[in-house]
């Protein structure tokens, strides 16, 4: 079965921090998918990123990174010079070949501070 | 840029009444999901859809609930009785293939009061 943990339920740090949340997720399937949602207090969920599970190489968009390893079954996403406007809750998620749902993880609350 | 638009953005019903939360999704896709985000919570999968018919559904997705594609363009998810339990956000989302990006409307709020 598919199952996605964010252990860190809430982050705070102080503008221009860099900061990391870790996703970590189980799956018996060789082809799955990976993805990162934001939720900005406005309540949408806006798309980051999609990583398939033959792609390891890490990826690189502005300020943000994610950290993709098979070994550890981990798919972290990192911060770069945080800023205020990052401050939203942010979900990972997995999906496999063949199926269609999305299964996400709790969530991770981050606050960016002045 | 493509958009799937939600409507209403919010609905307060009574218990026990029927309600229609309404989506029109990416125009050139051909995928289509709810899910819900009790608040606070994480964001949970209820059904998805494909060529006129439900090809998943989770257990939450049950005898009360159920989603219709009425014309080209719409894509509904009705609750026949709600209940106490069904207040949440609902969220729409869209893909062009299976394993593809789902992209999300900006959700409902279901107020069952």
């Known amino acids: 079965a598919q199952k996605v943990t964010q252990a860190q339920t809430e982050i705070s740090v102080v503008e221009k921090e860099d900061v990391t949340l870790d996703c970590v997720y189980e799956t018996r399937d060789t082809t799955y998918y990976l993805f990162w949602y934001k939720q900005p207090p406005s309540g949408e969920l806006v798309f980051l990123i999609r990583?398939?599970?033959?792609?390891?190489q890490n990826e690189i968009s502005g300020r943000y990174s994610w950290n993709f390893q098979k070994s550890t079954s981990s798919f972290n996403f990192t911060i770069t010079a945080s800023q205020v406007v990052d401050s939203a809750v942010y979900f990972c998620?997995?999906?496999?070949?063949?199926?269609?749902?999305?299964?996400f993880g709790q969530g991770t609350r981050l606050t960016i501070n002045p | 840029e493509p958009e799937v638009t939600q409507t209403p953005s919010h609905q307060v019903t009574q218990m026990g009444q029927e309600v229609i939360l309404r989506c029109v999704p990416i125009s050139n896709h051909l995928y289509f999901y709810w899910y819900r985000q009790i608040l606070g919570q994480k964001v949970e999968f209820l059904v998805s859809?494909?060529?006129?018919?439900?090809?998943?559904k989770s257990e939450i997705f049950d005898d009360q609930f159920s989603v219709e594609r009425p014309d080209g363009s719409n894509f509904t998810l009705k609750i026949r009785s709600t209940k106490l339990e069904d207040s949440a956000m609902y969220f729409c989302?869209?893909?062009?293939?299976?394993?593809?990006?789902?992209?999300f409307g900006a959700g409902t709020r279901l107020s069952v009061l």
């Open positions: 989302a869209s893909s062009d293939l299976r394993g593809s990006i789902q992209y």
């Open positions: 990583r398939n599970s033959f792609d390891e």
């Open positions: 859809f494909y060529n006129n018919e439900i090809s998943e």
């Open positions: 998620a997995q999906t496999f070949q063949g199926a269609q749902k999305l299964v």
